[in-house]
């Protein structure tokens, strides 16, 4: 199993960028995907992206291509997302979640180890 905190979230005017980041503790060799994802108040958590741990191959929500990059640095044991062009929409708790199986990588129920969160708040 791993451990993992999430980094960076914050207040951001419309248009604005942040970049969150997560660590990564622990267990790191069982981990074949690395995710974010994100929970407005009163929705369900939702896939924003996601990293394969060793192949670097990424995946996004439709709506967010274009404007975040996830990306890991396995040196560090750190994966971030870097999010451009933010949009009150966008205003969450934005979690990391690792994923051992290899598949399900868009799914929250493919992730079984969790962050705390860290909020995002885009003004408009």
């Known amino acids: 199993q791993v451990q993992l905190a999430e980094f960076g979230g914050g207040l951001v005017q419309a248009g604005g960028s942040l970049r969150l980041s997560c660590e990564v503790s622990?267990?790191?060799?069982?981990?074949?995907?690395m995710g974010w994802f994100r929970q407005a108040p009163g929705k369900e958590r939702e896939f924003v992206a996601s990293?394969?741990?060793?192949?670097?191959?990424?995946a996004y929500a439709e709506s967010e291509k274009g404007r975040f990059t996830i990306s890991r640095d396995n040196a560090k044991n750190t994966v971030y997302l870097q999010m451009n062009s933010l949009k009150p929409e966008d205003t969450a708790v934005y979690y990391c979640?690792?994923?051992?199986?290899?598949?399900?990588?868009?799914?929250?129920?493919?992730?079984?180890?969790w962050g705390q969160g860290t909020q995002v708040t885009v003004s408009s």
């Open positions: 979640a690792a994923n051992y199986l290899g598949w399900r990588f868009r799914e929250k129920d493919g992730y079984p180890a």
């Open positions: 990293v394969n741990w060793n192949a670097g191959v990424t």
């Open positions: 622990g267990r790191t060799a069982t981990v074949k995907y």
